[in-house]
């Protein structure tokens, strides 16, 4: 079976979701009609030309990039201007577009995440430089037969839920009576078929962010004796964690421009380096952000960063980073935000595999071709 556009979106919305992005940012479906089935899916950085041809020569026919393909309120379709011609073109193919940008750069696990995991940085640990919300969190309610509640707590913290400020393995249980009855192509691990049971079981509750939702639900039915897990799964009105731009680090062993010169080159394969050590060769408290970080360069001073990583630097942020003594990498705008596409890639391939879909992922070749 295949996947729809739909679907894509929903899986996209669960890692990204669309009401986090800045205000003003078009992202969603930019091209293409929901109900629409997808035999392939082509990630790339960009909707260009480039990643057109590629999708059609690999029979793909939707993209789903990081930038969006307009930025701007659309009149016309004229094709004489590039983003008309490019829009008229991927119609043309029959190719859908779907776009997670600013939502995907904020999101917890998004764009600046797998850029500090790129770089060999401690990602979970990061501090959000300049916060624009709150983090959705949930509930999650289970029934669990007596004897397996600190396995599946151990396995649901591990996961990601129960976290409450630097408390882990946070739940509230209580015992209570399940009854079910099995029926016909059941294989019960109690009771037999056709009679009600009633068993001994506790209801065991905790929270976890929405972005951990797949991990939460993978591991608790890994870790659950019963075939059928009974479960629910609400959204709560509390404020989790900051979410935002940029993300800080505190390291307690300090990291060498060397290092991370070495890292951007040979892990991001960054084309275009560029550098300012502001005179210190070590930094404990480090700065990034996956893009253009000129914006992000008096904040971070702001909470005491030695170092920022990102891309697109002018001339004046320079000027303005050695007022301060911030030290700076340029890695480029592509290269710091490709670890958020591959990672893209994988979601998407794993999700798809999960609900047993039979839609394709690619992940663009035709440019960063050093990243597969
Ligand atoms: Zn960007």
Request: aromatic residues 8%.
């Amino acid at each position: 079976m295949l996947a729809k556009v739909k679907t894509v979106a929903a899986y996209m919305e669960e890692l990204a979701p669309s009401t986090i992005a800045m205000s003003g940012d078009p992202v969603g479906l930019q091209l293409g009609h929901p109900e629409a089935e997808v035999k392939k899916i082509l990630v790339a950085l960009d909707p260009g030309f480039d990643a057109i041809r590629e999708a059609a020569e690999a029979e793909a026919d939707m993209l789903v990039t990081h930038h969006p393909l307009f930025y701007n309120k659309i009149v016309s379709l004229d094709e004489s201007n590039p983003s008309g011609h490019l829009a008229a073109e991927a119609l043309r193919k029959g190719m859908c577009i779907f776009s997670a940008h600013t939502n995907y750069d904020i999101a917890p696990r998004g764009v600046n995440y797998r850029l500090a995991e790129a770089l060999g940085l401690p990602a979970e640990q990061g501090r959000v430089v300049e916060v624009t919300g709150s983090e959705q969190l949930l509930k999650l309610v289970v029934f669990i037969p007596a004897g397996h509640e600190d396995n599946i707590r151990g396995a649901l913290s591990r996961a990601g839920a129960g976290q409450i400020g630097n408390y882990s393995h946070c739940t509230f249980q209580v015992p209570g009576t399940g009854t079910f009855m099995p029926g016909e192509g059941t294989d019960p691990y109690i009771g037999s078929r056709d009679r009600l049971e009633k068993v001994e079981e506790m209801r065991m509750e905790t929270i976890l962010p929405a972005t951990r939702k797949k991990e939460v639900i993978k591991a608790l039915i890994e870790a659950h004796p019963y075939e059928e897990v009974a479960y629910d799964l609400y959204p709560l009105a509390l404020e989790g964690g900051s979410i935002g731009l940029g993300l800080q680090f505190e390291l307690e062993t300090p990291i060498s421009m060397e290092f991370i010169l070495d890292k951007c080159r040979v892990t991001l394969k960054a084309e275009s380096l560029r550098s300012w050590d502001a005179g210190k060769s070590s930094f404990n408290r480090v700065a990034l952000c996956g893009g253009s970080g000129g914006s992000l360069i008096e904040p971070v001073v702001r909470q005491g960063a030695e170092l920022l990583i990102s891309g697109d630097f002018r001339y004046h942020d320079l000027k303005l980073a050695q007022a301060y003594d911030l030290a700076l990498v340029d890695a480029g705008h592509d290269a710091t935000e490709w670890p958020g596409v591959v990672y893209l890639h994988k979601y998407l391939e794993e999700r798809l595999k999960a609900d047993r879909y039979e839609t394709g992922v690619n992940l663009q070749t035709s440019v960063s071709p050093g990243w597969k």
